[in-house]
């Protein structure tokens, strides 16, 4: 049965075969492409890299640039040196260098002695030059550019970030094929949110050279080649100036300054102190310095703009007017009793209305009108009240971007915390909590956390009266592009305008009358609310947040500096300097500005 | 003992021993063939292992392959459920299991086993495949290692399974069957090879014809009219397939065959590379160690996958005929030993052997060549790897015990 199909299976066979024979014939005896292709001549695959974009400062001053810098590779088999010692003279090593970078090279992963591989890594332009000359005498070697960054500007390198070999792990994940072992690839910062941007896209040239190192042209007449594309520049919404006298007043301190510009999103300064000078992380020592910076123990790599979270203090209070007032709890004029004694307070016994609860920054009115919105009297179970009084709360919270990440165009930014009803009923379980055992976040303290970029955020919000774009450092995409899509459209927290003023009265009166006297100027009014960040390890932390001018506002800004005390000595005199900075372009408080770079902040 | 199956291995397999060393010789570092830090040296140690797994099968009672079939493929079985939870992870294919610095691929052990299950079930007094019950038994014991090999990652050594279907056709599976899965596979290439307004075109020009010129009947007609609308919604499949259920380094893959230079980079190069190595040979090859072309490090699976290229390069065209002949003569030889058999079992078996062994040659060549995708399934007993050197041998030399005994077997 079937015996005859023997016969047609082993036709498939020959005929298999004997198309393979006939194909083989063609590309071994007939076709010489392939041959001339090989024969006495190695193909050199040479990668073009492209120029990454630019970076760019608002007022489009260049911050970050390319340099170009050179590989010296080789080709073992093609090389011929008659005279180590005097091209190690030439190019400017040791011999014993020499024969170390022979030795890594040859042990390196993926060696072969017929590819190019890297003999010297990094050459400036200056090195080149000296023997660019020398190089057509020896055979095998030659010169592959790459792209370094270097910094036109040197500051705000948390924010831009850095380029550096791509590892292991990211090459694996890479799933679009694009990236090679040795590659650059933006690790952090604005480097890494806009890679795809930035990269632009590498070139492939196929080169045939023989033996004796002589090009001998493309191979295929370059059917194969590719040319490489050059990155998008990029246009951040940083003004450089501005920044740089930032990281000036906050040298010697440990903290970090946001500045926006309210209607649009857009940071005017990203600080975070200490930082870094970004050149080190740009070069040959990049290893050796980025080991220095990851074990510094005040961490320069740590973007605390973005990264720290700590309890806004009494730079909450505003927030927490508005709410009571949207939710109708509270009238502006309101005369609220305030006995005095319901919590600790630097604020005398007696009737409080909004702007004077803000300008004294009253605890215990702050701590009545809490409870207000927390017991609504929604549930006459007073267990069930809070659950929902505290649920419609966060979401206020929510809304204002405190407590969870803002989705700021640079990688890991931290959300810090909101303390909801899910939050208590976990620790204490479910009804088992009310509002007498979480009243500390009436006053920002206890659980709740928040970043300074959310902090200058909210402060935005209320110069807007009720709306943000979120924030965002990078202003356009191509020098006359747009930003991305998510930060061109307008966030509203639900609070109706009118209830703004009031706040802003208080916020004025705190700078003209109040803690924030350091940032009061001449002819601009500051709004401004002061904090003490309680620090359970050591000294407070100083915070201050503020928007100038009332009228029409032009800067948000909020101020965080570690260990410092009040918010009304460090950081409400450095939010004020920044925008008399900002605003008029010089400062004509030197005595402010000697007091905020020497301090004492701490009596 | 047949001893001419027996030299034919020999033959391959140290044909293959000599080429990994040309693959990975470095003439900067003269090392020796049997260097054990030599991908070469340690296939010479696998070469020496597999010599004791020989003597293990001759020895072994010949009514035990046939008896403990299932029990074996039970085994491998579990090997590849295991693989999924212990393996280690190679190139995006869970497929190994790690024991220190060795490894191990249960998948190529799959290959034998599945044709002892699928011999022990075929050869049953009354199987026949018109039967549902025993198709249905027949597919699950094949494709139940093709759904764990896939879950591995493997695609390229699942589809290694479809070589049985030439065994079913020996077996008297219908041919109209295999023959709508060639003709599928052929649309399938040419949707990519030819734009697919042409092939709509063509299918309407076909459809008239063979209407105009043929018996108009009411049935013929639609049945005619059937067909063309099956031929496009395979094609429609087609797309749709490649650009969203393949991944993307699978499309490369297979648009890299059409059109190597469309991705200069990535496959398109290795192919490219692959095809001037072996172009480069000539006539007569450039000498054994002399090649240029494929110790350039253009394929990481220079000595396992892409061995053939240094054949071709080092042995020129005469070494590649004399390589396809060995083999030739290999499949042929076992062909006639499997019609030989007396057992059914011994035939099926025999006949699932060629079939492997055919389907790795025909993809792996083919590959190199540049007339086959880039399917990562190494050249049998050529190909650098213990696991498969193994495998196939374990492979051959049971079809080679089962032979020897062909005599003691009664006609059932």
């Excluded at chain 1, 057509?136 to 390198?157: C, H, K, S, T």
């Excluded at chain 1, 659950?387 to 929510?398: E, H, I, R, T």
């Excluded at chain 1, 810090?416 to 909590?433: E, H, L, T």
């Excluded at chain 1, 409400?572 to 400062?587: D, H, P, R």
Aim: glycine residues 10%; proline residues 4%.
């Amino acid at each position: 049965m079937n015996e005859e199909r023997r016969y047609t299976i082993l036709l498939v066979f020959v005929l298999v075969s004997f198309i393979y024979i006939a194909k083989l014939f063609s590309i071994q005896v007939i076709d010489s492409t392939y041959k001339q292709a090989a024969e006495y001549n190695v193909m050199q695959r040479i990668t073009e890299y492209p120029f990454r974009g630019l970076i760019y400062d608002r007022d489009s001053n260049l911050i970050v640039y390319n340099k170009p810098v050179f590989d010296l590779m080789v080709v073992t088999r093609e090389a011929r040196i008659d005279d180590t010692l005097l091209f190690c003279r030439q190019i400017g090593i040791s011999p014993d260098q020499f024969e170390n970078n022979m030795r890594e090279m040859k042990r390196r992963k993926g060696y072969s002695s017929l590819q190019p591989a890297v003999f010297l890594k990094m050459l400036s332009v200056e090195d080149l030059a000296r023997f660019e000359d020398y190089l057509v005498d020896y055979p095998g070697f030659y010169i592959q550019p790459r792209i370094l960054r270097g910094y036109a500007l040197n500051g705000l390198a948390n924010a831009l970030g850095y380029v550096g070999e791509i590892s292991r792990p990211r090459l694996d994940r890479d799933t679009t094929g694009y990236y090679r072992q040795g590659d650059y690839i933006g690790i952090s910062g604005i480097e890494a949110t806009y890679e795809p941007e930035l990269r632009g896209k590498k070139g492939v040239k196929f080169k045939m050279v023989n033996v004796r190192g002589v090009e001998k042209g493309s191979f295929k007449g370059g059917r194969f080649d590719t040319l490489s594309t050059p990155g998008k520049n990029i246009v951040t919404t940083i003004d450089f100036e501005l920044q740089k006298y930032g990281e000036y007043l906050m040298q010697g301190k440990a903290g970090a300054i946001v500045a926006l510009e309210p209607q649009s999103g857009e940071i005017l300064s990203l600080v975070s102190s200490p930082s870094y000078n970004p050149e080190l992380l740009s070069g040959r020592e990049f290893g050796k310095n980025f080991q220095r910076l990851t074990l510094d123990s005040l961490t320069p790599l740590y973007n605390r703009a973005i990264m720290s979270v700590y309890p806004p203090g009494s730079t909450f209070k505003p927030v927490q007017a508005l709410i009571a007032l949207q939710e109708g709890v509270l009238r502006a004029d309101e005369q609220v009793h305030c006995p005095g004694g319901l919590v600790g307070d630097h604020s005398p016994p007696g009737y409080y209305d909004v702007r004077k609860a803000i300008q004294r920054s009253s605890n215990n009115y702050f701590y009545i009108i809490f409870r207000r919105i927390i017991n609504q009297e929604v549930y006459p179970n007073t267990f069930m009240d809070s659950n929902v009084g505290l649920q419609k709360w966060a979401d206020y919270m929510d809304r204002f971007g405190l407590g969870r990440p803002l989705g700021i165009d640079i990688p890991n930014e931290k959300g810090g915390k909101i303390p909801g009803p899910d939050y208590y009923d976990r620790i204490y379980g479910q009804y088992r909590w009310k509002w007498s055992t979480i009243n500390s976040v009436s006053i920002g303290q206890g659980e709740v956390l928040t970043s300074p970029l959310q902090m200058a955020n909210y402060t935005a919000i209320i110069a807007n009266r009720g709306w943000y774009i979120a924030p965002h450092v990078v202003k356009s995409i191509g020098l006359d592009g747009k930003p991305r899509e998510e930060y061109r459209q307008k966030n509203y927290v639900g609070i109706d305008s009118v209830h703004f003023d009031s706040v802003i009265d208080g916020m004025v009166m705190v700078v003209n009358e109040g803690t924030g006297f350091r940032s009061r100027l001449p002819g601009i009014q500051v709004c401004g609310k002061t904090g003490t960040s309680q620090n359970p390890h050591g000294e407070d932390h100083s915070v201050y947040i503020a928007f100038a001018p009332k009228d029409n506002p032009k800067i948000a800004i909020s101020v965080y500096v570690q260990n410092s005390g009040q918010g009304a000595r460090a950081a409400a005199s450095i939010a004020g300097l920044m925008i008399e900075k900002y605003l008029t372009g010089e400062i004509k408080r030197k005595y402010m500005e000697e007091y905020a770079l020497k301090g004492p902040f701490i009596y | 003992m047949d001893w001419i199956l027996v030299f034919l291995y020999v033959a391959l397999v140290l044909i293959g021993l000599f080429n990994i060393y040309a693959a990975v010789y470095d003439e900067d570092v003269k090392r020796g063939l049997l260097d054990l830090s030599l991908n070469s040296g340690k296939q010479f140690l696998w070469m020496g292992l597999g010599l004791l797994i020989i003597i293990v099968i001759l020895s072994i009672d010949f009514r035990f392959y046939n008896s403990f079939a299932y029990a074996i493929y039970a085994g491998i079985m579990l090997l590849l459920i295991l693989v999924l939870i212990f393996g280690k992870e190679v190139a995006g294919s869970k497929s190994w299991f790690e024991i220190g610095s060795f490894r191990l691929q249960p998948a190529e052990f799959a290959k034998f086993a599945t044709a002892l299950a699928l011999a022990k079930y075929m050869s049953g007094s009354n199987f026949k495949f018109e039967r549902l019950k025993d198709l249905f038994i027949t597919f699950a014991i094949l494709f139940t290692p093709v759904l764990l090999i896939m879950l591995q990652g493997d695609t390229g050594t699942a589809l290694v399974f479809g070589a049985f279907f030439i065994m079913f056709y020996r077996e008297g599976f219908w041919p109209q069957v295999i023959a709508i899965g060639l003709i599928s596979a052929a649309i399938f290439v040419l949707t990519l090879l030819v734009n697919e307004f042409y092939l709509y075109i063509g299918i309407l020009l076909s459809g008239a014809l063979l209407i105009l010129f043929g018996k108009r009947t009411l049935q013929r007609i639609v049945l005619i009219l059937s067909g063309m609308l099956l031929v496009a919604s395979v094609i429609i499949g087609v797309d749709y397939f490649i650009e969203n259920i393949l991944k993307p380094h699978q499309q490369n893959r297979v648009k890299a065959l059409i059109n190597p230079e469309a991705d200069p980079l990535g496959y398109g190069w290795n192919v490219t590379q692959s095809k001037i190595a072996i172009g480069s040979g000539g006539v007569w090859g450039k000498g054994f160690l002399q090649g240029t072309q494929t110790k350039f490090d253009f394929v990481p699976e220079q000595s396992t996958d892409f061995i053939f290229c240094t054949l071709g390069e080092e042995q020129g065209w005469f070494g590649s005929l004399a390589l396809i002949m060995i083999f030739m003569m290999l499949l042929f030889r076992i062909v006639i030993l499997a019609e030989r058999q007396k057992s059914k079992f011994a035939r099926i078996y025999g006949y699932s052997v060629a079939s492997l062994i055919f389907f790795h040659y025909f993809v792996n060549i083919g590959m190199t060549i540049g007339l086959f995708p880039v399917i990562g399934i190494p050249l049998p007993f050529i190909s650098y790897g213990g696991s498969s050197l193994w495998a196939f041998t374990i492979l051959l030399f049971i079809f080679i015990k089962l032979d020897a005994h062909r005599m003691q077997v009664l006609l059932r």
